[in-house]
Nanobody
């Protein structure tokens, strides 16, 4: 079992920044990669970014150059630094952990980009 707890969401103006955090606990030694997904109202959940246990990263085209994913393995935490936010980034952001044969989701944190 892995438990994921996100934090850091909120309301920000267009062009602003936010940093999301996701703290993992439980069977974390089996985690292959951690990532972020998002879901806006009326849409399907979509991939945002992921980082492997070796530090390799992948980003969705829509966030490349604006978002940065990183991890602090000592604290079992993954971060998503979001810069130059746009209204279309408004969504509930979910943390995801992938293990062999299993994956887990956090409860989500709301990000709203609006003036």
């Amino acid at each position: 079992q892995v438990r994921l707890v996100e934090s850091g969401g909120g309301l920000v103006q267009p062009g602003g920044s936010l940093r999301l955090s996701c703290a993992a606990s439980g069977s974390i030694f089996n985690i292959n990669r951690l990532g972020w997904y998002r879901q806006a109202p009326g849409t399907q959940r979509e991939f945002v970014a992921t980082i492997t246990s070796g530090g390799s990263t992948v980003y969705a085209d829509s966030v490349k150059g604006r978002f940065t994913i990183s991890s602090d393995n000592g604290k079992n935490t993954v971060y998503l630094q979001m810069n130059n936010l746009k209204p279309e980034d408004t969504a509930v952001y979910y943390c995801n952990a992938v293990l062999p044969l299993q994956y887990y989701w956090g409860q989500g944190t709301q990000v709203t980009v609006s003036s």
